[in-house]
């Protein structure tokens, strides 16, 4: 006899993330990037001038992944590889003109996403579930760190 699958909210949550990130990569590939390189041009766009290895951690990949993608990047036009000034074994990462029209369309995307998940919910239970979101995950990074979680 088959046991139901559980609908706590880790598998909850799994499902959702999951289903997100297929949208995301079929929206991505439609104008030829990958979910990686979108979530890339993001992070870098909220801290210009970020290092490679700043970015891996930000990312949650090796660093050797983060250089093949810049790579990429980089032959696109869209992002650039600058001296540090204090350290010259390392370069600081930039975003060049050519990221801002893709950085509209995902934006875009966003916000439409946003919209679709919010309607017919009430603005007082997104906002609710927003907020126990952040602390569940501010409670897993202190977890990972080695921290008490918050609040406890």
């Known amino acids: ?3 139901p699958i559980p609908n706590d909210l880790p598998f909850v949550l799994h499902d959702v993330a999951r289903l997100m ?3 995301f990569d079929q929206r991505a590939r439609a104008f ?4 990686a390189q979108c979530v890339t041009l993001m992070k870098l766009d909220c ?3 970020m290092s490679q290895a700043e970015l891996a951690t930000l990312l949650e990949v090796e660093p050797i992944t983060v250089a093949r993608m810049i790579d990429r990047l980089e032959a696109s036009g869209m ?5 540090d000034p204090s350290d010259r074994r390392m370069h600081r990462l930039h975003l060049r003109d050519a990221a801002a029209p893709v ?4 934006n875009e995307y966003r916000a439409a996403a946003v919209t679709l ?5 009430p603005a007082a239970d997104w906002e609710t579930a927003v907020r126990v979101l952040l602390q569940i995950k501010d409670k897993l990074v202190n977890e990972a760190a080695g921290l008490a979680p918050a609040g406890d």
Do not use: H, S
């Not at 992002?79 to 001296?83: A, F, G, H």
């Open 1 to 3: 006899m088959e046991k």
């Open 21 to 23: 990130r297929l949208r």
């Open 32 to 35: 030829g990037m990958t979910r």
């Open 47 to 49: 801290r210009p001038g």
């Open 79 to 83: 992002v650039e590889r600058r001296p």
């Open 103 to 106: 950085l509209a369309v995902i």
């Open 117 to 121: 998940l919010k309607d017919g919910i």
